[in-house]
């Protein structure tokens, strides 16, 4: 699998994960009465949102693409940082996206 594949399979598997994740949170707050804010759901449903923004921007703009799938990776971290995998992947991604910026 060519690098550049796996950064783009990466970068919108994190989006994708993001984006779901961060819209359950907010319907199960949303339906229970524990009184849980939706501010840390709604930071993985931005980082989603820009990590799938950057991805697709990236063809015709990969600096300013790739700079927003970084900042809606280390955006979704505040979310998952209780977790293990989720910011191990983040970090991947970044790190992917700034090699293939390097690369370019």
Request: charged content about 10%; overall charge positive; proline content about 4%.
């Amino acid at each position: 699998m060519a690098p550049a594949h796996l950064t783009r399979i990466a970068t919108l598997s994190l989006g994708l994960l993001y984006v779901a994740a961060g819209v359950t949170e907010i319907a199960r707050a949303a339906t229970t009465s524990g009184g849980e804010g939706v501010f840390l759901p709604a930071t993985l449903v931005a980082g989603g949102a820009l990590v799938l923004a950057g991805l697709f921007l990236t063809s015709r703009r990969p600096h300013v693409g790739r700079g927003l799938v970084c900042v809606g990776s280390l955006l979704g971290i505040l979310a998952t940082v209780g977790t293990v995998v989720v910011p191990a992947l983040a970090v991947a991604v970044v790190f992917l996206n700034l090699r293939e910026t390097a690369s370019a």
